[in-house]
């Protein structure tokens, strides 16, 4: 039973951290895959085939890949405010230069370097987000920051189809508007978070003493037991079984969100609705998606339990992607979409509170990062194969079922790690691995 002095810490943290941090993801997410919007004018106007569109979207995950790990120790070094503040305004100066891109090598070279400069966000976030809240409430403080994934493509998909409207306009093309007027908040978002975030805990001017005090006790107390002092940077996460197992679920459910992100405009477009239609139909999915994400984490929370919450959205996700590959009707393929969303955006919240309850310090810094950064790398398997098969065979069904057999290895990979962590865990954490 929560003390009326951890209700009252929790909820004043929550509420000064959360919306705001939901916010920065919003933004960043909007920036990463707003390219599958632009695709359906851009590729035309610079004559991309499937394989090209799909390679470029996935290259992002390549500078992702190779910066993750040194960013995050920088964050635990510096402190989350003055590093999020630099990514961001990084990365929005380099998604408007998207605007610019004149054929495959650029586009290529530029998407490496929005994955290069964004590496270390989300990370960082998750990171951040381990200083400030106990184990036991942060997969349900994590779902709400990842909500704003589904979040920013439900209003998002609208405005992006909106602003390909402004073709023509000061002689640009609309996709060149698009980059240019969604990077303009990440700018003004970085110079925000300067002035706005906290680093620690211990130096929250904005809560009162009794409350910092309990907080900085707490954490320091949930520190103290766990490994910390490991390092877990990329070689040696490679060694380490819990690590590398996580990455590799990871990488199942990173194929399945960019896969959506990336191509499921594409995919509606081709049943032969407007743009402007696609923008509307591409945000039902997702509103559903994030009931579901905040309901199930919050069952996950109160249960305890990790391991079956991440295998049967994986499952739920997979069964939706094959059910996606043959549809052929409106209705039909948004409800196996919808299926798709609910699954990834569910089992993404409990898997990440697993590496930090057994990590902490730097060394949570670098096994999250190593986490991240090679289960990202499905970013770039999913969509890249989705655009090669496309071109290969006409269709999007064997890429997709492509990505459901990841899905199906997230959720096998999770079981095979629960049952070797269960003899050496006593207590509760047993489920949650």
């Known amino acids: 039973m929560a003390t009326d002095i951890e209700q009252r810490t929790l909820r004043r943290i929550t509420w000064r951290i959360v919306p705001f941090i939901m916010l920065l993801y919003f933004v960043a997410y909007i920036d990463r895959v707003n390219i599958g919007f632009a695709a359906l004018t851009m590729k035309e106007d610079l004559g991309f085939t499937a394989s090209m569109l799909g390679f470029g979207a996935g290259i992002f995950f390549w500078g992702y890949f190779l910066c993750e790990v040194p960013s995050n120790i920088v964050l635990h070094k510096v402190g989350a405010r003055l590093w999020i503040a630099r990514v961001m305004v990084t990365w929005g100066l380099i998604s408007g230069g998207m605007a610019f891109i004149e054929g495959p090598t650029s586009f290529y070279v530029m998407r490496f370097l929005l994955g290069a400069a964004e590496a270390g966000f989300f990370p960082g976030i998750i990171l951040y987000l381990s200083y400030w809240f106990p184990a036991r409430h942060r997969a349900g403080v994590t779902a709400f920051f990842m909500a704003a994934a589904p979040i920013s493509t439900a209003l998002g998909s609208p405005l992006s189809a909106a602003l390909l409207e402004m073709n023509g306009v000061g002689g640009m093309h609309g996709w060149q508007w698009m980059f240019i007027l969604e990077a303009i908040p990440a700018l003004i978002l970085g110079v925000v978070v300067f002035f706005y975030m906290t680093d620690k805990p211990e130096q929250a001017a904005w809560l009162k003493d009794d409350e910092r005090a309990w907080l900085v006790k707490a954490m320091a107390d949930e520190n103290a037991g766990k490994g910390g002092d490991g390092k877990h940077g990329i070689i040696a996460g490679l060694a380490n079984p819990r690590v590398l197992a996580l990455a590799m679920i990871y990488f199942g459910t990173s194929a399945g969100l960019y896969t959506l992100g990336i191509w499921a405009p594409q995919i509606i477009k081709q049943l032969g609705v407007s743009s402007m239609t696609v923008g509307f139909l591409n945000a039902i999915p997702p509103i559903v998606s994030v009931v579901a994400m905040v309901l199930w984490s919050r069952h996950s929370d109160r249960t305890g339990e990790r391991t079956w919450?991440?295998?049967?959205?994986?499952?739920?996700?997979?069964?939706?992607?094959?059910?996606?590959?043959?549809?052929?009707?409106?209705?039909?393929?948004?409800?196996?979409l919808t299926l798709v969303n609910i699954g990834i955006s569910c089992a993404k919240p409990p898997l990440w509170s697993m590496p930090t309850m057994f990590l902490s310090g730097a060394a949570a810094a670098t096994g999250i990062a190593t986490i991240n950064s090679i289960g990202n790398l499905g970013g770039f398997a999913g969509p890249a194969m989705i655009g090669w098969v496309k071109d290969q065979t006409g269709s999007y069904s064997g890429g997709l079922y492509f990505v459901a057999g990841l899905l199906v290895m997230s959720a096998v990979l999770t079981l095979l790690l629960a049952r070797s962590q269960k003899p050496q865990v006593a207590g509760s954490e047993a489920t949650a691995h």
């Open 309 to 336: 919450h991440v295998v049967l959205a994986c499952l739920a996700a997979a069964v939706g992607l094959v059910v996606a590959a043959g549809a052929n009707s409106v209705v039909g393929l948004i409800a196996a």
